[in-house]
């Protein structure tokens, strides 16, 4: 079975605090993914990784910064949280391939979320 | 206009009966298409992918209509285990990197 794990379930920080929440997945996935999920507004994309020391940014990068310096680990950095963080942050990977005589990298639609980390900024 | 919407629920239905969500997406470009089911205070899990010409599994039905823009999930023979959020998923691009867009959920509730 895939494993997606993040290391704190449940955070309390104060405003102003740096805060790192990081993912480990034990599938060798090329993606990874940091979201946030908060209510009726669904799960919102910060930013994601396709491969070693790259990263995109997703729709609501600001305020975030992300590291990823091994294939099996994301990380996710708050450098100065703010009460407007307070949310649910998901990570998730997924898997990519290559069909060599097509020239074409395919995205499965399938990500393998972690448990979720509970921030909380006062 | 949200890029994904779903009726938030929540869809109060006894065992048995037969549930519909509907899913719009606001673009009309968009490739490919899933749902997720989340359950309280869980991480989301692949339901199933939706297909263009309509997919099945079990008691599951997805089925897409791209002229109307929506995807559907029906659920037959409702179970207790079947409470949870359905959450639409689409994917806007071809063969890019995965940036797939999330609903909010819809909520089921199934009571005995």
């Known amino acids: 079975d895939v494993k997606v794990t993040q290391s704190s379930r449940y955070l309390v920080k104060r405003t102003g605090e740096k805060v790192f929440l990081e993912c480990v997945q034990d599938m060798d996935h090329e993606n990874m993914f940091w979201y946030r999920q908060d209510p009726g507004l669904g799960l919102r994309l910060i930013y994601f990784s396709y491969d070693v020391k790259m990263k995109e940014k997703g729709d609501i990068p600001e305020g975030y910064s992300v590291s990823r310096e091994k294939k099996e680990r994301f990380s996710l950095i708050l450098e100065s949280a703010s009460t407007n963080q307070t949310s649910m942050y998901l990570c998730?990977?997924?898997?990519?391939?290559?069909?060599?005589?097509?020239?074409?990298?395919?995205?499965?639609?399938?990500?393998?979320f972690g448990e979720g980390s509970r921030l909380t900024v006062l | 206009r949200k890029e994904v919407e779903q009726d938030p629920g929540p869809f109060n239905v006894p065992e048995g009966a037969t549930v519909a969500f509907n899913c719009t997406y606001s673009n009309s470009a968009s490739q490919s298409f899933f749902w997720y089911r989340q359950d309280c205070r869980k991480e989301p899990k692949l339901l199933m992918s939706?297909?263009?010409s309509g997919n099945e599994d079990g008691r599951f039905t997805a089925q897409l209509n791209r002229a109307s823009q929506y995807i559907s999930l029906l659920i037959r023979d409702s179970k207790l285990s079947d409470s949870a959020t359905y959450l639409c998923v689409v994917n806007p691009i071809s063969g890019g990197y995965n940036k797939l867009i999330f609903g909010a959920g819809t909520r089921l509730a199934v009571h005995p």
């Open positions: 939706v297909y263009s």
């Open positions: 998730a990977s997924s898997f990519r391939y290559r069909v060599a005589y097509l020239r074409v990298v395919v995205n499965t639609g399938e990500l393998f």
